[in-house]
């Protein structure tokens, strides 16, 4: 099969007339644009449901929003910058970095805001999309890059909408609403609601932290980047490479892949050692301490990496609520013991529903296959990009891909290279329909069930990970095998159709 890869690797931008449509313009579509342009295509389009680009780091700006994966480590690896301001980057300052990077390579040329692609059904060998507005459009090649973790989830409490003071989700924030000295209901402690309660600890007259369940918490630094430091990366292109492949930081990141896929491996023993004692010499309180102590293992969920959430919550303005919500009332939140907890703001941190990838977009592929139908257990991709009659559409960041506490950046950079490599395919000309064949998806997804569960994700808890029949939804593996999996595609696990077939075909469906 490497007679298929010889055949089509030195024409990779041949075929200027390629029409490409790219769905997101967050850090993933923004690397798919940037790629595509730099192997020479022209006839590229992306389409932005916002009228800015940032995905995530757009949608997500609630104070103390934070990524916890180091800055240097959180960029293109074409695009180092030396700017960061400090170890782990504010969320503002990446928004920055992916316009900046946006227009630099000009990308930002070929991006229609404000249109969201709402249907997309494969028709005669090509893709024809719709947007809300009424745009249409074909394309020959489809990239999906339209996150993980984008549609809101909103708990089901009963009276949200009788709350009398200001109430949003966190990926809504209200900026218009004052916070100094006021009281805040903080509901849910994932990444999220931890970064909220430590940036707004001391700010606020009151602040009661709703947690249905603890967390564990791996202590971290994050310290400022001095001028000189900043300058030194600047006027070092050798250093700035250094930092973004950090020794240090990626033999901790391969420890802890290795810790999670072996649940019962000295690197797991330790990091649970590292979170146990962060809970006992950061919480003097013993009553709080044990409110704050999980009763499942670290990193089951998505490992915490906070400096200051204990102290946040040992200040005197600060609650730790750990009874059950009853409902949510004009003045605030009533617990089911009686309680009621007086509020101006009720933040929901509660997450986001992380099974709908490219929904709710309607996707029909070849022969009116719906993925909404091949999706109805759960989402489902071969190697995270190709789905079986969905031909030339390929996923960034799509289901069952390494998520974990890594850089998503560095993930997708990874998938770019695999992708692109079907790509050729179809560039070459040989070949009109390229997608993963049932029986790849099938072996893949059985291999990859039988190793999720026996992660650290499936020793029992719950979680975002977690797929509707409670297995984990991730890439089971080590980072090792990713890598090398990305590094080319197997070709026997693809479907291919000769392009002459291919036109047969949807010359036969003209008809
Ligand atoms: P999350 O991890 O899904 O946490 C949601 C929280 O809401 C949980 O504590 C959950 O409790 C709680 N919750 C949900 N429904 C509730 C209800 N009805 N009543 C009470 N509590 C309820 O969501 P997230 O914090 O937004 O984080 C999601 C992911 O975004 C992270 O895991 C991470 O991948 C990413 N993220 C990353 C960073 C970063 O620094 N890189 C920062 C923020 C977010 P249970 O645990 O009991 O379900």
Known sequence: MTGIRDGVMSVLGKRQDLRFVVIGAGMAGILAGIKLLQAGYRNVTLYEKADRIGGTWRENTYPGLTCDVPSHSYTYSFEPNPDWTRYLPPGAEIQAYFERTTRKYGVDKIIRFNEEIIRCEYQQRQWHLETRSGIRDIADVVVAATGVLHVPRYPAIDGMESFSGDLFHTARWDHSVPLDGRRIGVIGTGSTG??????????????????????????????????????????????????????EYLANVERFNNAIVEPDSPAMHEIEAIVRDNLENSVDDPVLREKLRPNYRAACKRLIYSPDFYQAVQRPAVEVETGAIDRIEPKGVRMKDGTLHELDIIALATGFQADQFMRPMNVTGRGGVELNDVWAARPRAYMAISIPEFPNLFMLNGPNGPVGNFSLIDIAEHQWHYIEQLIALIDSGKYGEVSASKEALEVFDSERIAAAKRTIFGSGCQSWYLDAEGVPATWPWSQQRFYEAMSQPDYTAYQLVALAEATADSAVSDT
Do not use: C, G
């Open 194 to 247: 931890v970064q909220i309660v430590s940036a707004l600890s001391e700010r606020m007259q009151k602040l009661v932290h709703f947690q249905r369940t603890p967390q564990w918490i791996m202590p971290v630094e994050n310290p400022f980047f001095s001028e000189e430091q900043k300058q030194a990366f600047r006027d070092d292109p050798e250093l700035l490479k250094y930092m973004q492949n950090e020794p």
